[in-house]
């Protein structure tokens, strides 16, 4: 150790090098990286920029901002991506030299105890948490403390302009629903509708749809007739579109009726006709000379009067006819015989006939008082031919 004399210059010197030599050797810097309170959840609009505000002290220095002659600070910003938090590096300020992505930057040149990050012309995908990391060293390299720190970014994106549309036909008396839909906002944006002047008029509940931006009109009438106005809209910004609604009368709504009544009326023609075509389909493939139980049996004609005739082999035939069929009009007359189903169930007695030799058996006379051959053929009898003898009592 040196030891110097005692005299007032000596003591002024000797804190001069103390000081010299304490400023030279931070062997026990203790880093601290600080961020604003309550500013560890920011917001920011879509198209605008953001700074992230963080700053490092050494312990025993709070009130400093500008760094020390040996201090060599190394600060590297990541945006915290996914479910997964994988790291990605936005900036990063190594041995003196920054390389960072398009449109982040320090705020404050280096070297600087202020280490903000600085993002311009944001986009939705900005968004997200981000981790600040400092690494202190001296000169030689030697680390000396390290500090990190999260912030959080949250970026919105004001409505887009959105579409409007009318569905359903504007016709008295029918109903409309007008829909507005924003393609993108970030909070999800709420919806108004308006009609303009001079008829001006604002919706509410039940009819307006706020979060799905629909307006449904009932019962048209043409007083409802003008321009609708949507009005999508966000906390940080809004847009709007129009539809012009015409309700119309007459012709228009019958024609429509008329239409959709044409189209029921001839699917039922069609259908009709495809119905009997497979019914007679069905008819011409049954046999042709199928009898069908309710068919009507042919009508008997009856034969005329005096149709009695000889066979060629010397019998009698009878021919009933109709009219010696039907039952007798009136009362019966005097003297005249009942009819009887049929005379050869009866026994007539065999009159004697003339022997002749070699002559034909001529025809039976009736008997006086007996009933002639006509008579009975009209009472339905079959008259028999009585084969005649010989002489030799053989028949002929």
């Not at 992230?52 to 990541?78: H, M, N, R």
């Not at 449109?103 to 944001?122: I, T």
């Not at 504007?170 to 829909?179: A, E």
Request: aromatic residues 4%; charged residues 15%.
């Amino acid at each position: 150790m040196v030891s110097l004399p005692g005299s007032p210059a000596t003591s002024l010197l000797r804190f001069l090098f103390l000081g010299l030599t304490t400023l030279a050797s931070p062997s026990r810097a203790q880093v601290e990286l600080h961020v604003p309170a309550g500013l560890t959840k920011l917001r920011a609009v879509e198209g605008a920029e953001v700074v992230l505000p963080a700053w490092y002290t050494l312990q025993g220095d709070q009130a400093s901002t500008k760094p020390k002659p040996w201090e060599v600070p190394t600060v590297i910003w990541f945006l915290l991506e996914g479910k997964n938090m994988n790291m990605s590096q936005v900036l990063a300020h190594i041995s003196g030299v920054t390389s960072s992505k398009p449109g982040a930057s320090l705020v404050y040149p280096m070297p600087s105890r202020n280490v903000s990050l600085r993002l311009q012309d944001l986009q939705e995908k900005d968004a997200g948490p981000y981790l600040c990391s400092v690494n202190l060293q001296d000169s030689q390299g030697t680390v000396r403390g390290h500090s990190s720190k999260t912030l959080e970014l949250n970026v919105l994106v004001p409505p887009a302009p959105p579409s409007c549309r009318l569905r359903g036909v504007p016709h008295v008396g029918t109903n409309v629903t007008l829909s507005c839909q924003s393609p993108r906002s970030k909070p999800a944006a709420q919806y108004q509708w308006v009609r303009s002047p001079p008829s001006s008029q604002v919706f509410f509940a039940p009819v307006l749809d706020a979060i799905h931006g629909s307006l449904n009109l009932k019962n048209l009438s043409t007083s409802m007739s003008g321009v609708y106005i949507c009005k999508a809209h966000n906390e940080v910004g809004s847009a709007q579109c129009n539809v012009t609604l015409k309700v119309s009368t007459g012709p228009e709504a019958t024609v429509v009726a008329g239409a959709v009544v044409g189209t029921v009326v001839g699917l039922g023609l069609l259908v009709g006709l495809v119905l009997l075509y497979q019914r007679r389909g069905k008819a011409l493939e049954e046999p042709a000379n199928d009898i069908k139980e309710d068919a009507i049996a042919p009508r008997t004609l009856p034969w005329p009067k005096g149709s009695d005739t000889i066979s060629k082999n010397g019998t009698l035939s009878s021919v009933t006819s109709a009219r010696a069929l039907r039952p007798p009009q009136g009362p019966p007359r005097p003297g005249a015989l009942s009819p009887t189903p049929s005379l050869s169930s009866q026994v007539l007695p065999s009159p004697r006939l003339p022997r002749t030799d070699g002559a034909r058996p001529q025809p039976i006379s009736p008997i006086a008082g007996g009933v002639s051959s006509s008579a009975l053929s009209r009472m339905g009898a079959v008259p028999v031919m009585v084969p005649a003898r010989s002489q030799a009592g053989s028949l002929v």
